[in-house]
């Protein structure tokens, strides 16, 4: 059964890198019929999406975020990572990592599984 | 991008009350759209993908309806588990949005 484990820094100094990595167990991050990535929660913007990566080389990232947000895959250790850089005080979140399901006929995804989070403060 | 609007932001319901949560989209979305329930301290579960479909396990009370811009959940029967906060989530373009929830608390 699909585990996945969100592990990070819990605090970031404001300007500096955030860095989080999810490890995926009982499911393989080469699967062909999923894309791999990141959602936050706060609460006052609610859930945003981050973006994702597909086995292979794919990316695509939240326009928003696009210039900060690098998400990268470790097959040999089936994990994947995000590191957004340059953050600020308002990026205090929920870190989630999420499987994401491409909708049948659709151009996009939703989420089919989370993992269980992890709450990064971005705090001098 | 595509704004998703929840009505009400909170609902008050009894145990074995029918509740139904509305979900808008700023533009049509076809019927890509998905709902999740969330607990505190939890993640969000995926309960309802393509507008109506049921994710597997989800129990049969919950039901959702609804094309172009505007949506329904509904819980028939309210059950003590189904106390939580429900967002809604459209997939018509890349960039995912979703709506800023709707929480189901006990009367």
């Known amino acids: 059964q699909l585990q996945m484990q969100e592990s990070g820094p819990g605090l970031v100094r404001p300007s500096e890198t955030l860095s989080v990595t999810c490890s995926v167990s009982g499911g393989s991050i080469r699967s062909s019929s999923y894309y791999w990535g990141w959602i936050r929660q706060t609460p006052g913007k609610g859930l945003e999406w981050i973006g994702y990566?597909?086995?292979?080389?794919?990316?695509s990232y939240n326009p928003s975020l696009k210039s900060r947000v690098t998400i990268s895959e470790d097959v040999s250790k089936n994990q994947f990572s995000m590191d957004l850089r340059s953050v600020t005080a308002a990026e205090t979140a929920v870190y989630y990592c999420?499987?994401?399901?491409?909708?049948?006929?659709?151009?996009?995804?939703?989420?089919?599984?989370w993992g269980q989070g992890t709450q990064v403060t971005v705090s001098s | 991008d595509i704004q998703m609007t929840q009505s009400p932001s909170t609902l008050s319901a009894s145990v074995g009350d029918r509740v139904t949560i509305t979900c808008r989209a700023s533009?049509?979305?076809?019927?890509?759209l998905a709902w999740y329930q969330q607990k505190p301290g939890k993640a969000p579960k995926l309960f309802i993908y393509k507008a109506s479909s049921l994710e597997t396990g989800v129990p049969s009370r919950f039901s959702g309806s609804g094309s172009g811009t505007e949506f329904t959940l509904t819980i028939d029967s309210l059950r003590p588990d189904d106390f939580a906060t429900y967002y809604c989530q459209q997939y018509k373009t890349y960039l995912g949005t979703f709506g800023q929830g709707t929480k189901v608390e006990i009367k």
């Open positions: 999420a499987r994401h399901r491409w909708g049948e006929y659709s151009d996009s995804w939703y989420i089919d599984f």
């Open positions: 990566f597909y086995y292979g080389g794919t990316t």
């Open positions: 533009q049509s979305i076809s019927n890509w």
